[in-house]
């Protein structure tokens, strides 16, 4: 994400031109030159208020970047998040940006809880790790985080249910607090419910899912559709580092794909070197090279 959203300065510029000749073309037919003029005006208004708004816009993300990143925030981070921990320096500071423009324009509503500062920082960390790779991303498909106090059934009625999160196409993401607590407590098991359901948001198309990330056109689009599938096969036959969620619905494989990709990336690039290799160019990212650079294993 960037202080100023890409193409902002353009779109204010256009938006302007045209509120100004819409404003003459409306105003002289209907009334004359006394209308062009008054659509004048009327038309220089608006594009001055699209102006403040997108200004707007850019102050409230320099406002959340103003101060330096606050100690605890990171202390937090280092603690809750290993992903955050095999990041190299400059990533992290990267991430640290993301993270306070993401919080600055998101919503992210508690139901029945509260959304703490703590939670609001692991949900802002589940999606910044997708984005990370990517300075223009902006989330613009999401509209809104919600927090439940537990699982939930498919009435959102909430309790010891089947469900842990869900993304709507739409753009709501709900996730449940305890599973979202448990995915950061355990870094390697290869779950984990916030990247999960972000991940979905990646593959909101035109308010479909379709199990292929949006940025995949043509040919790697087919790439990614038959390693999918062959993937999806071998989960069927035995075990994999993909967990069995996927082994039906390519949606579904996307969601574990890039839970995994994270949470076990040396393990991936190993078992699964053609996922691992579409996964890395496609977000930018390589965390099998960040674990070898700190000398992890597998
Ligand atoms: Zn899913």
New binding site residues.
């Given amino acids: 994400m960037r202080v100023e959203r890409p193409g902002d300065r353009r779109f204010a510029r256009a938006g302007g031109i045209l509120a100004v000749a819409a404003g003459l073309l409306v105003g002289s037919a209907l009334a004359g030159v006394p209308g062009a003029a008054a659509g004048l005006i009327a038309g220089l208004l608006l594009g001055v208020a699209l102006h403040r708004v997108l200004d707007h816009r850019t102050a409230r993300r320099r406002a959340a970047l103003a101060a330096p990143f606050p100690g605890e925030w990171r202390e937090f981070l280092l603690e809750a998040y290993d992903h955050f921990e095999r990041l190299p320096e400059d990533w992290r500071r990267r991430f640290e940006k993301d993270l306070r423009l993401f919080l600055a324009e998101k919503r992210i509503t508690g139901v029945g809880i509260e959304a703490t500062e703590e939670l609001r920082l692991l949900v802002a960390a589940s999606a910044v790790t997708l984005s990370l790779g990517w300075p223009d991303y902006e989330w613009d498909q999401l509209t809104e985080v919600l927090l439940y106090a537990d699982n939930f059934d498919r009435d959102y009625a909430v309790g010891d249910s089947e469900l842990s ?1 869900m ?1 709507h196409p739409w753009g709501t993401v709900i996730l449940s607090v305890p599973a979202l607590r448990q995915s950061f407590e355990h870094p390697d098991d290869g779950y984990h419910v916030g990247v ?2 972000f991940a ?1 948001i990646l593959d909101v198309d035109h308010t479909h899912f379709d199990g292929i990330p949006v940025g995949f056109y043509g040919a790697r689009a087919r790439e990614w559709v038959e390693a999918a599938e062959r993937e999806m096969r071998r989960l069927r036959r035995g075990p994999s580092a993909f967990d069995d969620y996927g082994a039906h619905d390519p ?2 494989f996307l ?1 574990v794909a890039v839970e995994a990709f994270f949470e076990l990336p040396q393990e991936v690039r190993r078992r699964h070197r053609e996922v691992y290799s579409l996964l890395s160019a496609y977000f930018g990212q390589d965390p099998a090279a960040w674990d070898d650079a700190r000398g992890l294993d597998e």
């Fill in positions: 999160g993304a999960h359901e979905h949606v579904e969601g």
